[in-house]
């Protein structure tokens, strides 16, 4: 089996006590975590952080055969779990990333001690609602050409499609060098067949049942419809194993629209 394509930060000379994994959400990599991972490692020395390519995004790209699921996902992480160099003791994921961290608590029978969701609901959302982006995104990237001579060439493509300047630029991220030119080279069935796995997944069965002594925490955009009402309200009264902090006035990609609300509330949950 492969393993995740992954990069792996410490702050300090001697080897960390124990590692936090980084999951990005759908078409991004491990390397959006970035600045957040430095910064938790500097912050906090005795700890590692590991920047994960969940299958079919960045490094780990194709190498993981279907289905492409998020219980596919998950079954990847606990594969990589044994390779780092010290115990995992939380796991850190946004969209995709946080149905997958779900997932990993599920198909783990010691779960995790600390896991955070950022941005992910628990329930099964069919009709797509607060994936929207999501869902035009992928619509958009299959109607695009392949093959651009630089990344400014998509980067004005996608604009011109509609879409905001930080996102084209953050897809533009996806572009391949190939031949002095810039190949988009993406699995879109794949990626769609995660998509849809996103949005039927049913996790109120791992957010009801955690154990004595660990916690799982939710970050949500105040501003994001990603996390219904009702499920927000739920998570709440299952408190203090389970935990909901919003953010206010941040969309769905709450680390980027409210980076040190969001880095402080992370502080918040895995103390």
Do not use: C
Not at 200 to 217: C, F, I, K, N, Y
């Amino acid at each position: 089996m492969a393993t995740l394509a992954h990069t792996e930060l410490t702050a300090a000379q001697n080897p960390p006590e124990r590692w936090v994994l980084f999951l990005h959400g759908l078409l991004g990599q491990g390397g959006n975590w970035r600045s957040f991972g430095r910064r938790w490692v500097e912050t906090h020395p005795s700890w590692g952080a590991a920047l994960v390519d969940l299958r079919l995004h960045g490094d780990s790209g194709t190498a993981f055969d279907p289905p492409h699921t998020v219980a596919a996902a998950a079954a990847d992480v606990l594969h990589l779990i044994p390779v780092l160099p010290g115990p995992v003791e939380a796991l850190v994921g946004h969209s995709l990333g946080g149905k997958v961290v779900l997932a990993v608590q599920r198909a783990n029978r010691q779960r995790i001690p600390r896991a955070v969701v950022i941005d992910a609901s628990p329930s099964p959302r069919p009709a797509g609602r607060g994936a929207e982006q999501s869902r035009e995104i992928l619509d958009l990237l299959a109607r695009l050409p392949r093959d651009y001579a630089t990344r400014a060439e998509l980067v004005g493509a996608l604009q011109a499609a509609g879409q905001p300047r930080p996102i084209a630029q953050w897809l533009a991220m996806l572009l391949q060098p190939a031949g002095g030119r810039f190949v988009l080279s993406l699995d879109l069935p794949g990626l769609e067949s995660l998509y849809g796995s996103v949005l039927a997944q049913d996790d109120w069965d791992v957010v009801t049942s955690v154990p004595p002594g660990h916690r799982l925490s939710f970050i949500v955009g105040g501003a994001s419809h990603t996390v219904e009402p009702a499920a927000r309200e739920r998570i709440r009264a299952l408190a203090p194993e389970v935990t909901l902090e919003e953010i206010p006035g941040a969309g769905h990609w709450v680390h980027v629209d409210a980076p040190e609300a969001t880095f402080a509330a992370m502080e918040r949950a895995l103390r």
